[in-house]
């Protein structure tokens, strides 16, 4: 009987140096640096170019499509079916407030620290070393199995998109991009995008106001220029609005008749909204009180109105829970409004069965009422996934999690989107414990190493057992 634990163990000093080249790859999608080579910017091509070249260095099948995607692939060539482990090495921009290097990974006694130790470059390491226990131990492996690098998923899926369209499908997968015991279940995905001018007419100018960086990001940070005749009464008002949400912090500049202001709040992931504090949603709550006109008036009456504080979008009129897929939830991700060019705000809405993008968008247009802005869908939309829990897979992989650490084995449903949900039969399977604490697309994001070692072992046990699933 294969000892799967020792075997992570014995490979962790081999994994941490791997890790850490991967890491220090910047692989934030970048179109203003796209190019013919690197559709998506030079990092994301990088990180792949990288992750490839190390598989290649141990001796395993690799492919690269069109610098977007790429897999490493074992057992026997002539099988006609595969499964297939859906991973990515782009990453989220590392935001403010790090207090080490985003793209230099901090090794301590317990850690691994930079941006992507836990989502994804440390779970989809893990699952590349599960990889080569496989291989190095001889073990007979019924399909083929391939681990496939996506470069977007914190964005379009632009890659795992194009994999899709030129690959057969797997028999059936999982996605090491979520937390243990399992995800057999997705809510679906929309954007719903508010365009309009950016017009002014009141005694307070509304010159610059921005917040959020990815649309599944809560943004940390907001930042607001205005000019008024009188800003002295401004500070006072500010530093009472501070007092009142400790949740916030603030800081304001004046400069004669121009006023700056930078909020924090809490930057999570935008699959978790509760969890944040929204800065941007904040600053316009404070400043909706101010004599603004035009469209500047109506964008902070919209976002620090029915968008502030409310991420199950209540104020809306969406709010909707499911039974067995649990609540809709909302993050207001990008806020920008830039004098005499553009208003734009962008929500990122996970949502159960029983409500469908469009009554979403019906309910946020009427919410505009007078503001003569554009509502529309964008981005990519994903539907509802769900994986029974009575499927083989579902059962294989949680009787390894409870085999493994001894902790109870349950299904559960996400407001996050996986690859998993790119397969019929595909979920998502860790890396992260139900006991860790979860730092995806914050600041100072980190992993436990020892819940990447475990996830090791977990996962190559796991390639060994579904790859004799039919």
């Not at 968008?307 to 829970?321: E, S």
Request: a negative charge; hydrophobic letters at 40%.
């Amino acid at each position: 009987m294969t000892d799967w634990q020792k075997e992570a163990q014995v490979r962790q000093d081999d994994y941490l140096k791997d890790l850490a080249t991967l890491l220090a790859v910047k692989s934030v999608r970048d179109d203003q640096q796209a190019t013919s080579e690197a559709p998506l910017g030079p990092g994301p091509k990088q990180a792949l170019d990288t992750m490839l070249a190390i598989a290649e260095r141990d001796g395993f099948r690799t492919k690269n499509i069109d610098n977007i995607v790429g897999y490493i692939e074992i057992g026997p060539e002539d099988s006609q079916d595969y499964v297939a482990l859906l991973s990515h090495v782009d990453v989220m921009p590392a935001g403010e407030g790090w207090e080490t290097d985003p793209f230099q990974a901090k090794i301590t006694e317990d850690k691994v620290i930079a941006r992507g130790a836990s989502d994804d470059k440390g779970p989809g390491m893990a699952a590349y070393y599960g990889f080569k226990i496989i291989r190095d131990l001889g073990l007979p492996l019924k399909h083929r199995v391939r681990l496939i690098f996506g470069t977007d998923e914190e964005n379009d899926w632009t890659g795992m998109t194009r994999y899709f369209e030129v690959e057969p499908a797997p028999l059936l997968g999982f996605s090491p991009d979520a937390e243990y015991p399992i995800i057999n279940g997705e809510k679906g995905n929309v954007q719903i995008e508010i365009k309009s001018a950016a017009s002014n007419g009141g005694s307070v100018t509304l010159e610059h106001f921005e917040a959020g960086m990815r649309t599944n990001m809560v943004p940390g940070v907001a930042r607001a220029s205005l000019k008024l005749a009188e800003p002295a009464t401004i500070k006072d008002d500010f530093k009472a609005y501070l007092n009142y949400h400790p949740n916030v912090k603030g800081e304001l500049k004046v400069d004669g008749q121009a006023v700056h202001l930078t909020l924090w709040g809490k930057q999570v992931h935008g699959a978790m909204p509760e969890t944040g504090v929204n800065a941007g949603t904040y600053l316009a709550s404070f400043l909706k009180q101010y004599d603004f006109g035009g469209d500047a008036a109506a964008f902070l009456n919209y976002l620090g109105g029915p968008a502030h504080n409310d991420t199950r979008g209540v104020k809306f009129g969406v709010d909707h829970t499911d039974e067995v897929m649990g609540a809709l939830s909302m993050n207001v991700g990008i806020q920008k409004f830039v004098a005499q060019q553009e208003a734009f705000l962008n929500f990122n809405f996970r949502y159960p069965k029983g409500i469908d993008p469009e009554e979403i968008l019906t309910k946020l247009t009427q919410a505009t009422g007078s503001w003569a802005a554009t509502v529309t869908i964008g981005g990519h939309t994903q539907v509802p996934h769900y994986v029974a829990p009575s499927d083989p897979l579902v059962q294989t992989l949680l009787n390894i999690y409870h085999e493994q650490t001894g902790l109870p084995a349950y299904d559960q449903v996400i407001g996050g989107g996986t690859y998993g949900r790119l397969m019929k039969r595909g979920v998502a399977f860790g890396a992260l414990f139900p006991d860790s604490p979860d730092t995806m697309h914050q600041v100072n994001e980190f992993a436990l190493i020892s819940d990447l070692v475990r996830s090791i072992s977990i996962y190559a046990q796991a390639i060994f057992e579904i790859s004799a699933l039919d």
